[in-house]
Every structure is written in structure tokens, then in C-alpha cells.
């Protein structure tokens, strides 16, 4: 009987044991919990400092590229102006120059018919 109760009382100490290595498990759980929910609040912390920081440049990028647009606007407008001066230019030179050869044709064509 003494065999049994001894057996008893070891088993009665491994459970006791047990006990407080899943009272430690628990606590070590608990801890890791609480140091997710930490992480997880600067998670959420440096997201939404991120998403500002995101939405500003994407303020700063529309401004700059209405800017650049603006610029670009401007500079094709000065070229099309340029561009219509050079044409009523090239075609004064034109007309000049037929003017002058039509001129010259009919010069010709007088000189040699009145010999």
C-alpha cells in the first residue's frame, strides 16, 4: 500500500508541477501579447505618419506638374506664334521671288520678241 500512495504522491507532484509550467506558459503568453499590441499600435502610428507624409508629396507633385504644365502651355503657345511669323515670312519671300521671276520672264520675252 505504501507502494501505491508513494507512486500517488509522485504523481500528485508532477501534476502540481504541470500546473505552474502552464501558469508560466500562460504568463509568457500574455507577455508576448501585450508586446504584439505595442508593435501594433507603432505599426499604426508610423502607417498613418506615412500616409501623410504620402499625401503631401502627392499635393507637392500635383502642384509642380500643374506648374509644369502651365510652363508648357506658355512655351508652345511663344512657338506657335513663332511659327505662324516664319510662315507669313516664307511665303512673303515666296512671292517676292515669283514676283521677281515672273518679272524677269517677261523681260525676257519682251527683249527677244522686240530684236
Given at each position: 500500500m505504501m507502494d501505491a500512495e508513494s507512486r500517488f504522491d509522485y504523481f500528485e507532484g508532477r501534476v502540481e508541477e504541470q500546473s505552474r509550467n502552464w501558469e508560466r506558459l500562460f504568463a509568457d503568453i500574455g507577455r508576448v501579447d501585450q508586446r504584439i499590441d505595442v508593435l501594433s499600435a507603432r505599426i499604426d502610428t508610423v502607417s498613418d505618419t506615412l500616409s501623410a507624409?504620402?499625401?503631401?508629396?502627392?499635393?507637392?507633385?500635383?502642384?509642380?506638374?500643374?506648374?509644369?504644365?502651365?510652363?508648357?502651355?506658355?512655351?508652345?503657345?511663344?512657338?506657335?506664334?513663332?511659327?505662324?511669323?516664319?510662315?507669313?515670312?516664307?511665303?512673303?519671300?515666296?512671292?517676292?521671288?515669283?514676283?521677281?521671276?515672273?518679272?524677269?520672264?517677261?523681260?525676257?520675252?519682251?527683249?527677244?520678241?522686240t530684236r
Open positions: 507624409r504620402i499625401d503631401r508629396l502627392d499635393h507637392r507633385m500635383d502642384a509642380v506638374g500643374r506648374n509644369l504644365d502651365g510652363k508648357i502651355h506658355s512655351v508652345d503657345q511663344k512657338l506657335d506664334r513663332r511659327f505662324d511669323t516664319l510662315q507669313q515670312e516664307i511665303s512673303k519671300q515666296f512671292r517676292w521671288t515669283i514676283g521677281v521671276m515672273v518679272t524677269l520672264t517677261i523681260g525676257v520675252i519682251t527683249a527677244v520678241l
